[in-house]
């Protein structure tokens, strides 16, 4: 076996393909790359940097191309070598540079990291399916699709029954659990059917005899009818309850978990997977495990993945059209992989999308066959036998043995690889070139949470997001209150802009009055020269509008008969004997400015 080799590719490559080198000396393998080093070409559509390494004493860039992307990549290594680093570091560089990406995080603390630092002109692209969040829930109903749209129906029932059978043993589903199934799916979305189309009907329809047979009075479809009378007829037979338990036993996670009962059939789908992919927006998918539980995180990857499976096979409609680039990032891919999986694998190239799927050994890609006894390696084989470009990141002797074949290196090579630091083998313009150990940059920290928030709050205000009790926002009574203080702010504005004009200032100061004075327990003073002098007491939490209001609009008085007086004076100081000080005895009208002697009274 060869000794392990440090050159990547030769300057002309680079030039060719827009690499660039580090202005920095090292003279040894072993270096830490600073976190601020900047790449100026991170901004290009040149693809994304993976780090940088080191050969003939110069660090050079290591750096992936577009074309070469969409023949998929994998990251794997132990835990807390890295990898989530170099997630969070290719995936911002996508986002960065205007890509369309999605995001599936089964942990959550990736994704936070990636919201917190989207970029401003960006912001709108997110859109953010967030299941630690306890009161929203965003909703993908598939039963919602066109009932009058044949093809449709046929693939939401393919899909279901795939995700269904992916998650079974091998045997423990088949052809019977497919059947009774379908039958299902297709009457709830026929076109005729009275209730609310969810995946809780599956259920209903099933041990619910009245639910069942009000809605065979009203859907359109004959042969459906004729399927359920004989399925009728079979529930005579003896074994039929333990028949429909055993199916029901399939689906109980779908109408007994309140997340998912309410994110597969909470009402009419929120996020559309295609509109996504075309417009090269971002997905990012937070599934923290910890709250949701294993089995939920993990069939709700698997339901994302099926349907970017669905909307990425959509685009062999568009015959040559130029297809736009999609990345798509899987953390745990093992956990969510369908076993079609391998056919998405080596098709998706051909539909623009690229592949970038992250996990921890190799052991994991091997599943048992409970129902034959035996080892299934088909997961295994298809991520080796289509994926282009591996990062490699410290992995036990086993691992490294498969690895060291792969990449026609020494075992000790890939066993002893730094943190932060990864044994990379490119596929460049097609061909596999030689490995090399690359260090991978610290993705920057955010420096808060704020754009988090906004994007959060965006996903409430335009209905991605659903209340999970199932309850509208009451925008009956919210509308009132904002169009009022938008119209305190309007005179406010008017106010302010008045200048020294007595006359407009009152009447303004009247309508700002009114509109306050209903707010507050304690009502505004009748004398409209009084002052206003609020107490914490005298309002409650609803007040704070109305005493804000009130505050100012005396400051603005007492500012307004401050110039007055000050304009009279001067005014009077134009006159002959406008200038003389008050005598002792005068006094000074209050409204008037006006001097004058004071009388005893008689």
Same mark, same amino acid.
């Given at each position: ?8 590719? &030769? ?149 279901? &029954? ?235 002797? &086993? ?204």
């Amino acid at each position: 076996m060869r000794d392990f080799e440090t050159i990547l590719i &030769n300057d002309s490559e680079i030039s060719r393909r827009g690499g660039k080198r580090v202005n920095r000396k090292e003279t040894s393998d072993s270096y830490n790359l600073d976190s601020n080093l900047k790449n100026e070409l991170d901004t290009l559509d040149l693809g994304v940097s993976l780090g940088h390494y080191l050969s003939h004493g110069e660090i050079l860039e290591c750096r992936q191309f577009p074309e070469d992307r969409l023949q998929q990549t994998w990251f794997f290594g132990k835990t807390g070598t890295g990898k989530s680093n170099l997630f969070e570091y290719a995936g911002m560089q996508d986002i960065n540079q205007g890509n369309g990406i999605t995001f599936i995080d089964p942990h959550g603390k990736t994704a936070d990291r990636i919201l917190a630092k989207i970029p401003p002109n960006r912001l709108n692209d997110v859109v953010l399916a967030d299941f630690s969040n306890t009161e929203y829930l965003p909703i993908i109903n598939l039963l919602n699709a066109d009932c009058n749209d044949e093809a449709k129906k046929t693939l939401v029932v393919q899909t279901l &029954n795939a995700l269904i059978s992916s998650r079974m043993p091998e045997g423990y589903y088949g052809p019977r659990g497919e059947e009774l199934m379908r039958l299902r799916l297709e009457t709830i979305m026929d076109p005729g059917y009275p209730f609310e189309r969810s995946i809780t009907e599956v259920e209903a329809l099933s041990i619910n005899d009245a639910h069942l047979g009000d809605a065979l009075k009203s859907i359109k479809s004959t042969r459906l009818v004729e399927q359920w009378n004989l399925e009728k007829r079979s529930r005579r037979d003896s074994d039929w309850d333990s028949t429909i338990h055993w199916f029901l036993s399939k689906i109980h996670e779908w109408v007994s978990d309140p997340t998912l009962r309410f994110f597969l059939g909470g009402g009419k789908t929120t996020i559309d997977i295609e509109e996504i992919i075309e417009n090269g927006k971002i997905l990012i998918v937070k599934i923290p495990e910890a709250l949701v539980g294993t089995s939920v995180a993990d069939f709700i990857g698997s339901y994302f993945v099926a349907l970017i499976k669905n909307a990425i096979m959509k685009r062999c409609l568009k015959g040559d059209e130029p297809l736009r680039k999609h990345y798509v990032y899987i953390d745990e891919f093992q956990r969510f992989a369908t076993p079609d999986f391998a056919v998405l694998l080596a098709e998706a190239r051909k539909f623009g999308c690229g592949f970038i799927l992250a996990n921890q050994n190799i052991r994991q890609l091997i599943r048992f066959n409970l129902h034959t006894g035996s080892q299934d390696h088909s997961l295994l084989e298809a991520v080796l036998g289509n994926v282009g470009t591996i990062a490699c990141f410290r992995v036990g002797a &086993n691992d490294a043995r498969v690895i060291a074949d792969q990449f026609d290196i020494d075992i000790d090579s890939v066993r002893h690889i730094g943190r932060y630091k990864a044994m990379v083998r490119l596929l460049f313009d097609n061909r596999e070139l030689k490995p090399v150990v690359v260090s991978v940059p610290l993705a920057p920290k955010a420096q808060d949470d704020t754009t988090a928030t906004q994007i959060r709050k965006r996903m409430v205000e335009e209905g991605i997001w659903r209340r999970r009790d199932g309850k509208e926002v009451d925008t009956k009574s919210a509308k009132p209150k904002q169009s009022q203080k938008k119209k305190i702010e309007t005179v406010r504005a008017q106010i302010e802009g008045s200048g020294t004009d007595t006359g407009t200032v009152q009447e303004l100061a009247d309508m700002l009055a009114s509109m306050t004075a209903p707010e507050s327990k304690t009502p505004p003073a009748q004398d409209k020269e009084a002052k206003v002098e609020p107490k914490s007491q005298q309002a409650d939490s609803t007040t704070s509008i109305s005493w804000d209001d009130l505050s100012f609009l005396e400051a603005k008085r007492q500012d307004v008969r401050h110039k007055k007086t000050q304009k009279t004076s001067a005014a009077q100081t134009e006159k002959p004997g406008g200038d003389q000080p008050n005598q002792p005895g005068d006094k000074t009208d209050g409204k008037t400015g006006r001097k004058g002697k004071s009388r005893k009274k008689a």
